[in-house]
């Protein structure tokens, strides 16, 4: 019996090289390690500049806290993603407002999400939900429908003077649509590189944003860095400079920075991204092509005007209860395939029901969680598995 794990690491000779060199320098935490991995991600993402953070969470939270973002403002996400895209609306004292599904889809029902708006709505954050985009032109618009109610409460709100978008990207690196990369289509994108990602730098994360007339660029920059920071004045590397230690507290901030350590290996990995990216859609089509479709519902990675970045295989197994689903993934345990469930909707988790949620009220998102599975989807994965894989879901399905 074939042992076939859900995600791990893809790291090569680079990642261990980039790392022993890091280790031998003598630098170790956020340095110029980390500011190449910014640059790098900015040119790949085609934007102007990008912040490296120890997660996708932080990027999120700290944007947030950047448009400044807090008490008495509502933010609204989909009920269909992991906690991270909604507990950092708590986290600056927002108001979290969940928006059901479209029936038979895992990305938010636009038509609610601008049912939900009211003036108190600040910003959106949409679900890139397995590494396919949102459709964020249908978002656009209805944010600029709205603009007429938006009330900004700072400066850099009426740089805007709109809802703010902010893709939760965490699955996203590396797709398009319409030939914009994600990083360049959202007002702000939050990118995830923790150990189960197509791109890792064990834990960490990016967040770039698009040019707005009146948005400087360096002083966005600044701030994130002062509240990943501590809201210190100076980083470590600047404060090494000889005679440069002393520094300021500008703001009461926090510390989430990357390690040059963690962004050379981010580096070595973007430089293999490429490669990583066509052996994933090799797998999606591989999968595409065998699996039942008669009895397994996949998604659309692929179309004539999106490319996913292929981070999950996630499919509907059709017309199967919750209990088939489990049992379904219990049997492919057996055989040696680890499969994962890609999510429990928000309202259904403690956490969520305790502030009042019910998964009562997102009858969409629940259906399409009962009788949803993740198949194994990572560049490790020989052909050799891959037929083991469908093969034994083919049979189980039925």
Known sequence: MKSIPFSPPDMSDKEVANVMEVLKSGWLTTGPKTKQFEKEIATYCRTERAVCLNSATACMESTLRLLGIGEGDEVITSAYTYTASASVIEHVGAKIVLVDTAPNSFEMDYTKLENAITEKTKAIIPVDLAGIMCDYEKIFE????????????????????RIVVIADAAHSFGAKQKD?????VADFTCFSFHAVKNLTTVEGGAVTWTHKDGLDDEE??????????????????????????????????????????????????LDRY???????????????????????????????????????YMVNLKGKTLSQRNQFIEKMAKSGIACNVHYKPLPMLTAYK?????????????????????????????????????????????
């Open 180 to 184: 914009k990369m994600s990083g360049e």
């Open 274 to 312: 490429n490669k990583l990216l066509s052996r994933r859609k090799e797998i999606i089509n591989f999968y595409n092509e065998n699996l039942d479709n008669q009895l397994i519902a996949h998604l659309p990675h692929y179309t004539s005007n999106s490319v996913s970045s292929g981070h999950l």
């Open 142 to 161: 209805i944010v600029n429908r709205n603009k007429k109610i938006f009330k900004s409460k700072n400066e850099i709100q009426n740089i805007y003077n």
């Open 354 to 398: 305790n502030i009042g949620f019910s998964i009562e009220e997102y009858p969409n998102a629940y259906q399409m969680f009962s009788n949803e599975v993740t198949l194994p989807l990572h560049t490790l994965l020989s052909q050799e598995d891959l037929e083991y894989i469908v093969e034994f879901a083919n049979k189980y399905v039925k």
């Open 220 to 269: 966005v920059y600044r701030n994130f860095m002062l509240l990943s920071l501590h809201g210190q004045s100076k980083d470590a590397l600047a404060k090494s400079a000889l005679g440069s230690w002393e520094y300021d507290i500008q703001i009461l901030g926090y510390k989430c920075n990357m390690t040059d350590l963690q962004a050379t290996i981010g580096l070595a990995q």
